[in-house]
């Protein structure tokens, strides 16, 4: 684990926001599930996608599905704290709930990419970013096969995007390597525990 150690700012009452990124397949789902499981005092930020439902999803748990109209109109009213494009579909962090929950002192998990960070960094510089990284970009291939989730030409773009994005990590305050699971999960929420 590489780190970049900031100090919690001494600010009452306002919680922390806590940014993971990770190239599609590093296991950043399911890290972030075993934290929110954890005895952390953690609350998920719920983001909003222009693609379709994916099997074992839930409207209002994994994400918001909305219309790429939608989006746009929400885009426009400045109603996200963070937008991206990722291949042909469009994702976005609402902001109205994130202020309200930061200013009631909870602490928010934020899962986003490495375009998203570059924007929430400008807003909230305080956050503590965290990169997972697979052990290696053929393991990240095995894994992406194995999810049975995308064509051969998705998971290859995934592969370019990842390798883009592993060169960007240097943006975050902490890398974790997610070889094993167990051991990458402790690692975060070490770095957590640190900081609420």
């Known amino acids: 684990m590489q780190t970049r150690d900031k100090p919690r700012p001494c600010t009452q009452g306002l919680g922390k926001l806590f940014i993971i990124s ?3 397949g590093s296991g950043k789902t399911t890290l972030e599930k075993m934290l929110l499981a954890s005895d952390l005092d953690l609350e998920k930020s719920i983001s909003v996608t222009t ?3 994916r099997k074992g999803e839930k409207e209002g748990e994994d994400y918001y599905f909305i219309s790429k109209g939608e989006f746009f109109k929400r885009k426009e009213k400045g109603k996200f704290l963070e937008w ?15 202020d309200e929950a930061l200013e009631k002192g909870k602490n928010i998990l934020l899962s986003i990419d ?3 960070t570059k924007q929430i960094k400008e807003i909230y ?4 970013f965290i990169f997972i990284n697979p052990p ?10 194995r999810r049975k989730t995308d ?4 998971i290859k773009k995934r592969l370019q995007l ?7 990590s240097n943006l975050y305050d902490y890398i974790v390597v997610n070889d094993r699971i167990e051991e990458a999960y402790k690692q975060l929420k070490q770095i957590i525990k640190r900081q609420i």
């Not at 991206?84 to 994130?98: G, L, M, N, Q, S």
């Not at 290696?136 to 096969?145: A, I, W």
């Not at 064509?151 to 998705?154: A, I, P, Q, W």
């Not at 990842?162 to 960007?168: C, L, V």
């Open 136 to 145: 290696n970009l053929n393991e990240l291939e095995k894994r992406l096969k």
């Open 151 to 154: 064509r051969l030409e998705d």
């Open 162 to 168: 990842a390798k883009k994005e592993m060169t960007q």
């Open 22 to 24: 990770a190239p599609s």
């Open 125 to 128: 510089p305080d956050a503590v």
């Open 51 to 53: 693609r379709n439902l």
């Open 114 to 116: 490495v375009q998203g």
């Open 84 to 98: 991206a494009k990722i291949f042909d579909y469009y994702y976005a962090t609402p902001k109205k709930r994130v």
